[in-house]
């Protein structure tokens, strides 16, 4: 294997999906895996697709996915195979590795230069640490079952996404530790429960900030237009600002509601009226002609793909993303189609004398790493508040011209003149950050950006290529003033490829990945997952840079690193492709059902509660006939009493958890999951960390508040050697400030 973790030596012993996605994140960087398959072998072998739908465990498409490129060991080689290996990969119930007779201490003795990721659902700690769960019911504790259709029970995101989601974490958390100056045994300790709950925008700092203005403290807008029938299918057409409402309106010849946003947001009898008129007028035109309108006047819209649409989508086709299926070592390759690698990588200059990288005893993982962040919004600035937590020096730029439009996610223009400052989901994803303003339109600005660019080790950006390309920001620039800089770029659909010059934001990567298809009620439309793109992007993009600066270190060569956001939404999307490449079928919206499962979301005594509840399906059942008898059940009893009843008998339940629930989980406080800091503005709130505990290392997981607009102007300035007089010239130019412009 060629790629910037060659060398690196992994072993798992996994199953499913989780633990197998990690490790085959490691396989797309270069590392050398073998998978350990634990006594009886891994379930995924028996789940499929199957060509023909004819049970083949050598011939299981989704295990072939997850497996690709890996060599398959017997259980009996394992001991061998750790001594030998950097990273050992388990996603088994707490207890079982010990229970295999590789305790820390077996394993200190075979490898005590070992990184241990383990995986598991709630964690290797605290209360919840033996709960039996499924990926139904962590989605329900952690608030990815979301409610579609008030006279409807809450829905689960299909196509087991979640389980990828966590997967990637955990790759995540292995390369951070390998960081680490240890001569111990490093465990990284991933919770699923935990890993889902970052994904969401941070539903717990919303419903605070809601009851605090008296507000409903789980009131949510529907997005706008969302996913709306066309002649020939599905399209998701999503404003994210004022200005794209006032676009669509003008697109559909309905100026009259440009004004009623917000009512139709929030479910008014507007609403009614506005869906009565446009949906006819959508109907009549195809997806393509929508989409290729949309985009003309830089409205987000995109197809809702499925397994065989997104296989037709020309820009995924032009990249080529979608790759031959098989896998070597684990039986017959299979005739199908499967996501490619979520992360391209491309060499750059090599640097003559780059210093060899020194790990200090007790440092966080990235101390001494300077970042440059041009982020916007979510996935960027996900990346680098995760790097400054473990170490890294963050400096984000704005302008006060056109400050990062997620600081007005959230926030509301009564709160005052600062409300800006007030968005709860702009402060949890700047964490750990400085904030300077510049003006790059201005020629001072641009050469002060580039003079930051030049002493920056990563530069990190998620906006529309053009962007940064026309401010002589781009890669090749950056590497003409830094040779061995490492560059991220996130574009939502790739720097290549008819669409290249794309608007789009989570919703519609969710809906051209096929996220969106797989999740809603098996007779209704497509929902969106509504959040976890930007983030599992994030956490995509921070995998593979952290194998760009392993690579680095040895070599001395920077890397331009892309991760086109719809392609990770496909990664994590994989199995309806593969069944339909390999099937001919095109998997439907299953509601909260799954293949092997009798389960479902049930009413409860207590009004809006409801609980997630699965058990093994052991014989055809009618699962009507089921659903009717678990609710006449639950509808007596309370949420709370459910969960402990059920759990006695080793069942795995939860109630659906709400974001002005989330403060109040013991299990989170028991891992130290929440993390109290101080806003300058609005004071202390309790920030979400990471969902992994690495030990030894950092006790705490986040290092200060997010900053001010323009809060580190002065200082950051100052390094670069200007004067105060420069410094007063800047702002009465507009170039720096710390207030947007016409506020």
């Known amino acids: 294997m060629t790629g910037p973790l060659a060398g690196l030596h992994v072993v798992e012993i996994t199953r499913e999906i989780s633990g197998p996605y990690a490790a085959k994140l490691f396989v797309d960087l270069g590392a050398e895996v073998t998978k350990i398959e634990p006594p009886g072998g891994d379930p995924l072998r028996?789940?499929?697709?199957?060509?023909?739908?004819?049970?083949?465990?050598?011939?299981?498409?989704?295990?072939?996915?997850?497996?690709?490129?890996?060599?398959?060991?017997?259980?009996?080689?394992?001991?061998?195979?750790?001594?030998?290996?950097?990273?050992?990969?388990?996603?088994?119930?707490?207890?079982?590795?010990?229970?295999?007779?590789?305790?820390?201490?077996?394993?200190?003795?075979?490898?005590?230069?070992?990184?241990?990721?383990?995986?598991?659902?709630?964690?290797?700690?605290?209360?919840?640490?033996?709960?039996?769960?499924?990926?139904?019911?962590?989605?329900?504790?952690?608030?990815?079952?979301?409610?579609?259709?008030?006279?409807?029970?809450?829905?689960?995101?299909?196509?087991?996404?979640?389980?990828?989601?966590?997967?990637?974490?955990?790759?995540?958390?292995?390369?951070?530790?390998?960081?680490?100056?240890?001569?111990?045994?490093?465990?990284?300790?991933?919770?699923?429960?935990?890993?889902?709950?970052?994904?969401?925008?941070?539903?717990?700092?919303?419903?605070?900030?809601?009851?605090?203005?008296?507000?409903?403290?789980?009131?949510?807008?529907?997005?706008?237009?969302?996913?709306?029938?066309?002649?020939?299918?599905?399209?998701?057409?999503?404003?994210?600002?004022?200005?794209?409402?006032?676009?669509?309106c003008a697109m559909l010849g309905l100026p009259e509601f440009g004004e009623q946003q917000i009512p139709i947001m929030l479910g008014g009898p507007e609403r009614a009226e506005f869906y009565a008129r446009a949906e006819p007028l959508l109907a009549e035109q195809t997806v393509a002609e929508i989409v290729d309108l949309s985009q003309a006047l830089r409205i987000p819209a995109t197809p809702v793909n499925d397994g065989a649409t997104v296989l037709e989508c020309p820009q995924y086709a032009k990249r080529e993303f979608f790759v031959a299926g098989g896998c070597g070592g684990s039986g017959t390759a299979g005739g199908f189609q499967r996501p490619g690698s979520p992360f391209r990588l491309?060499?750059?200059?090599?640097?003559?004398?780059?210093?060899?990288?020194?790990?200090?005893?007790?440092?966080?993982?990235?101390?001494?790493?300077?970042?440059?962040?041009?982020?916007?919004?979510?996935?960027?600035?996900?990346?680098?508040?995760?790097?400054?937590?473990?170490?890294?020096?963050?400096?984000?730029?704005?302008?006060?011209?056109?400050?990062?439009?997620?600081?007005?996610?959230?926030?509301?223009?009564?709160?005052?003149?600062?409300?800006?400052?007030?968005?709860?989901?702009?402060?949890?994803?700047?964490?750990?950050?400085?904030?300077?303003?510049?003006?790059?339109?201005?020629?001072?600005?641009?050469?002060?950006?580039?003079?930051?660019?030049?002493?920056?080790?990563?530069?990190?950006?998620?906006?529309?290529?053009?962007?940064?390309?026309?401010?002589?920001?781009?890669?090749?620039?950056?590497?003409?003033?830094?040779p061995d800089v490492i560059m991220v770029r996130m574009p939502g659909f790739g720097l290549h490829g008819p669409w290249r010059d794309y608007v789009g934001w989570a919703l519609n990567f969710e809906q051209t990945g096929g996220m969106s298809a797989v999740t809603g009620y098996a007779d209704g439309p497509p929902c969106n997952p509504q959040g976890p793109a930007d983030p599992v992007v994030g956490v995509h993009a921070a995998v593979a840079l952290l194998a760009a600066l392993e690579h680095r270190s040895r070599t001395g060569e920077g890397q331009l690193i892309e991760v086109a956001q719809i392609e990770v939404a496909a990664a994590v999307t994989a199995e309806p492709v593969i069944e339909y490449s390999m099937n001919g079928v095109v998997q439907t919206r299953e509601g909260n059902r799954r293949r092997g499962y009798l389960q479902g979301v049930y009413p409860t005594n207590e009004e809006g509660a409801w609980v997630a509840l699965s058990l093994p399906e052991e014989a055809e059942v009618d699962h009507d006939a089921f659903d009717a008898l678990v609710a006449a059940w639950t509808r007596t009893q309370s949420p709370e009493a459910i969960v402990e009843a059920l759990a006695v008998q080793g069942i795995p339940a939860e109630r659906v958890i709400t974001g002005d629930?989330?403060?109040?989980?013991?299990?989170?406080?028991?891992?130290?999951?929440?993390?109290?800091?101080?806003?300058?503005?609005?004071?202390?709130?309790?920030?979400?960390?990471?969902?992994?505990?690495?030990?030894?290392?950092?006790?705490?997981?986040?290092?200060?508040?997010?900053?001010?607009?323009?809060?580190?102007?002065?200082?950051?300035?100052?390094?670069?050697?200007?004067?105060?007089?420069?410094?007063?010239?800047?702002?009465?130019?507009?170039?720096?400030?710390?207030?947007?412009?016409?506020?």
């Open 46 to 248: 028996h789940w499929g697709p199957f060509p023909g739908g004819v049970v083949d465990p050598d011939r299981s498409g989704l295990f072939q996915y997850l497996n690709a490129g890996k060599r398959i060991a017997a259980f009996e080689d394992a001991r061998e195979l750790i001594a030998g290996a950097r990273v050992l990969v388990e996603n088994f119930p707490p207890g079982s590795l010990e229970g295999w007779g590789f305790d820390r201490d077996a394993l200190r003795g075979l490898n005590p230069n070992l990184v241990l990721l383990r995986i598991s659902a709630f964690g290797q700690s605290g209360p919840w640490r033996d709960r039996p769960a499924t990926s139904l019911t962590l989605q329900a504790a952690s608030g990815w079952v979301s409610a579609r259709d008030p006279d409807r029970p809450p829905v689960q995101v299909g196509a087991r996404i979640a389980e990828y989601v966590a997967g990637a974490y955990g790759a995540l958390g292995a390369l951070t530790a390998l960081r680490s100056a240890s001569d111990d045994v490093v465990q990284v300790d991933v919770s699923e429960f935990e890993a889902l709950l970052s994904t969401l925008p941070y539903p717990m700092l919303m419903a605070e900030k809601m009851l605090s203005l008296g507000l409903p403290a789980n009131a949510r807008g529907a997005p706008m237009l969302g996913v709306v029938r066309a002649a020939d299918g599905w399209v998701g057409i999503n404003c994210l600002t004022g200005q794209h409402w006032l676009d669509v």
């Open 346 to 482: 491309t060499k750059g200059p090599v640097t003559q004398h780059h210093p060899a990288s020194t790990r200090t005893p007790g440092a966080r993982p990235f101390a001494g790493l300077n970042v440059l962040d041009l982020s916007t919004f979510w996935a960027g600035a996900y990346l680098t508040c995760y790097l400054g937590a473990f170490g890294a020096e963050i400096l984000k730029v704005e302008s006060i011209q056109r400050p990062d439009g997620f600081r007005y996610s959230g926030a509301f223009p009564f709160e005052g003149d600062d409300w800006y400052e007030r968005s709860g989901l702009w402060q949890a994803t700047n964490l750990n950050k400085k904030d300077l303003t510049l003006d790059l339109t201005s020629r001072r600005g641009l050469e002060i950006a580039r003079r930051l660019a030049a002493r920056a080790d990563v530069v990190v950006e998620n906006f529309s290529p053009r962007v940064v390309e026309q401010f002589g920001l781009d890669y090749e620039s950056l590497a003409a003033l830094r």
């Open 661 to 743: 629930r989330m403060y109040e989980i013991a299990q989170l406080d028991a891992r130290g999951y929440y993390q109290e800091l101080v806003h300058p503005i609005t004071g202390p709130h309790r920030y979400p960390g990471w969902p992994f505990r690495i030990s030894p290392g950092p006790a705490r997981h986040h290092r200060g508040a997010a900053p001010t607009l323009g809060q580190h102007n002065d200082e950051i300035l100052r390094g670069l050697g200007l004067s105060d007089d420069e410094l007063a010239g800047l702002r009465a130019a507009r170039v720096t400030g710390d207030r947007p412009l016409g506020s």
